[in-house]
């Protein structure tokens, strides 16, 4: 197994329950706050509009989109040459996806 491929295998494992969590907390919170007689969280408005949290979502996300990207080419490419050019491609286009969700998150920032 090679090197990318263990590191990347610990990023997704290290992301999938903090991902899993945010996501429950963002659907019980958005649920909350279209039902308002259910009561599941004490703060659902603040919860579901934090801004750290969207942030440490969107980088959790980006980190697991990645490794997961990784290992997929990993294990389905066999040309040494085309992994590389594929993995530099999931890096940038992720990455480029990754600016803009946290440029629009800062612009259009909720206080």
Not at 46 to 70: E, K, P, Q
Not at 78 to 90: D, F, M, P, Q, V
Not at 94 to 109: K, Q
């Amino acid at each position: 197994m090679s090197k990318s491929l263990r590191i990347a295998l610990a990023i997704v494992e290290a992301t999938s329950l903090p991902l899993l969590t945010l996501v429950v907390l963002y659907t019980l919170s958005g649920y909350q706050m279209l039902y308002p007689q259910i009561r599941l969280l004490p703060a659902a408005r603040a919860i579901h509009t934090d801004f750290s949290l969207r942030i440490l979502f969107i980088v959790l996300a980006y980190l697991h989109s990645v490794s997961g990207l990784i290992i997929v080419i990993e294990r389905r490419i066999k040309l040494k040459t085309l992994k590389t050019i594929l993995e530099y491609i999931a890096i940038t286009i992720l990455s480029l996806f990754l600016a803009i969700c946290i440029a629009l998150d800062i612009t259009f920032r909720i206080f």
